[in-house]
């Protein structure tokens, strides 16, 4: 039987077993030799009573240790001490009891450490995009000096041209932040369908056509055009949009930037 799988339960009904057979034993004897049966047979009873109440009152009182050492670890565990473990290798259910709660301590502390990791990434790039767009803010300040001095039209054109660029380079940045903010709060759903990557990627080269037109630039995509992926569409494009629009940033005038993609 399983309840028999803790060894303090077995010894107790082991130790409880015993006494009755004996004291059975000592009733027989009684009966046989003694003459005053009724006196004989009560003082047995009481001592068996008491010994069978000893018995289950010591397998109790360690059951109790045990389990107060326990519930010592799990308050230290509640306290902050995130290693300490609860001693279970011994059999018995409440034994398994217990390593089923050092698995549950192990994996909150995963959690907890991922968490953790999570919350330093969000932190970094919050900061990371904040710093950013201290750039562009400071680059449009410094445009609108030279717009509010300057009558030339060519050079008024050339800066609101710049000025736009940095705008749009802010918008990206914002958008960024709202993004991983969204992410990060799980409040994003991501709607999977099979997609044509050949699909996604003319959409993407089609979005930067104007602007590789203007900084005299060619996006060049090769791959087979019957390749699907299953994914969020609106999601691997914008990342893929964000690769391309780096590539963008750090080319000049005539380079060209290539997009393949192959099934592995």
Request: aromatic share 10%; proline share 0%.
């Given at each position: 039987?399983?309840?028999?799988?803790?060894?303090?339960?077995?010894?107790?009904?082991?130790?409880?077993?015993?006494l009755?057979?004996?004291?059975?034993?000592?009733?027989?004897?009684?009966?046989?030799?003694?003459?005053?049966?009724?006196?004989?047979?009560?003082?047995?009873?009481?001592?068996?009573?008491?010994?069978?109440?000893i018995?289950?009152?010591?397998?109790?009182?360690?059951?109790?240790?045990?389990?107060?050492?326990?519930?010592?670890?799990?308050?230290?565990?509640?306290?902050?001490?995130?290693?300490?473990?609860?001693?279970?290798?011994?059999?018995?259910?409440?034994?398994?009891l217990?390593?089923?709660?050092?698995?549950?301590?192990?994996?909150l502390?995963?959690?907890?450490?991922?968490?953790?990791r999570a919350?330093?990434?969000?932190?970094?790039?919050?900061?990371?995009?904040?710093?950013?767009?201290?750039?562009?803010?400071?680059?449009?300040n410094?445009?609108n000096?030279?717009?509010?001095?300057?009558?030339?039209?060519?050079?008024?054109?050339?800066?609101?041209?710049?000025?736009?660029?940095?705008i749009?380079?802010?918008?990206?940045?914002?958008?960024?932040?709202l993004?991983?903010t969204?992410?990060?709060?799980?409040?994003?759903?991501?709607?999977k369908?099979?997609e044509?990557?050949?699909?996604?990627?003319?959409?993407?080269?089609?979005?930067?056509?104007?602007?590789?037109?203007?900084?005299?630039?060619?996006?060049i995509?090769?791959?087979?055009?019957?390749?699907?992926?299953?994914?969020?569409?609106?999601?691997?494009?914008?990342?893929?949009?964000?690769?391309?629009?780096?590539?963008?940033?750090?080319?000049?005038?005539?380079?060209?930037?290539?997009i393949e993609?192959?099934?592995?």
């Amino acid at each position: 039987m399983k309840l028999f799988a803790n060894k303090e339960i077995r010894y107790l009904f082991l130790t409880i077993s015993l006494l009755i057979l004996f004291f059975l034993a000592f009733q027989i004897f009684i009966f046989t030799f003694c003459q005053n049966v009724m006196y004989s047979i009560l003082s047995i009873s009481l001592l068996e009573g008491v010994s069978i109440s000893i018995a289950c009152l010591f397998c109790f009182y360690n059951q109790n240790k045990i389990v107060e050492k326990a519930i010592e670890k799990i308050n230290y565990f509640i306290a902050g001490d995130t290693d300490v473990r609860i001693e279970c290798n011994k059999e018995g259910k409440l034994y398994q009891l217990f390593h089923s709660i050092n698995t549950l301590a192990a994996i909150l502390n995963a959690h907890t450490v991922k968490e953790a990791r999570a919350k330093e990434f969000l932190k970094n790039t919050i900061a990371d995009i904040s710093h950013q767009l201290k750039t562009p803010i400071a680059a449009l300040n410094i445009y609108n000096g030279i717009l509010q001095q300057t009558e030339n039209i060519s050079d008024v054109k050339r800066f609101i041209s710049l000025s736009e660029q940095e705008i749009d380079r802010i918008e990206t940045l914002i958008q960024n932040l709202l993004k991983i903010t969204k992410l990060d709060a799980g409040t994003i759903v991501l709607e999977k369908n099979e997609e044509n990557i050949a699909d996604m990627i003319n959409d993407i080269v089609c979005h930067f056509a104007y602007r590789a037109k203007q900084e005299q630039k060619r996006i060049i995509f090769s791959g087979d055009d019957s390749i699907t992926i299953f994914c969020d569409r609106i999601w691997i494009i914008e990342a893929v949009s964000n690769i391309v629009k780096n590539a963008f940033d750090h080319t000049k005038a005539g380079d060209t930037i290539h997009i393949e993609w192959k099934k592995m």
